[in-house]
């Protein structure tokens, strides 16, 4: 009885340094680039990926964003579409099926003589992209056309 023990002991040990062996013997199939098939045995491939990094909060809960993170744009000139609730959409002054959307939220806005309105032309500076209807992009400086060269 004795032996037995001894016989099925030796074979889980055995059976359990084969299943645990750090590197596969054989490769048999790869299978879609993410698992390694080795004798009937399953090595999963880990993907490593970057996260972006956290920027900073500050006091009044915006993000601090460093000016190496998030690069200023060429500045655009263009014609004003609609103005209001801190959104402005503008035309392209080349082509009129271009549209841009920005955030003035944060933005220096140079206004001139009058406020800013429809059909009026402006320089606008923005940060990281240029955005689109739901996310519009974060304008730095919107400067009116009557303001322009001064």
């Known amino acids: 009885m004795k032996k037995k023990y001894v016989l ?22 790869k299978n879609s680039g993410t698992e390694n098939v080795t004798a009937g045995i399953t090595e999963t491939e880990v993907v490593k990926t970057e996260t972006p990094e956290t920027n900073d909060v500050t006091d009044d809960g915006r993000e601090d964003l460093s000016t190496e993170e998030i690069m200023v744009g060429d500045p655009i000139i263009a014609m004003v579409d609609r103005y209001e609730d801190n959104i402005i959409v503008l035309r392209d002054l080349d082509d009129e099926d271009i549209i841009y959307y920005f955030s003035t939220q944060d933005a220096q806005v140079i206004e001139g003589d009058s406020p800013i309105a429809t059909g009026d032309i402006v320089e606008i500076t923005y940060m990281g992209v240029q955005g689109d209807e739901e996310h519009p992009g974060m304008a730095v400086k919107v400067v009116a056309e009557s303001m322009m060269y001064k």
Not at 10 to 29: D, I
């Open 8 to 29: 099925v002991v030796v074979t889980v040990l055995a059976m359990g340094m084969a299943a645990c062996s750090l590197e596969p013997k054989a490769v048999e199939e």
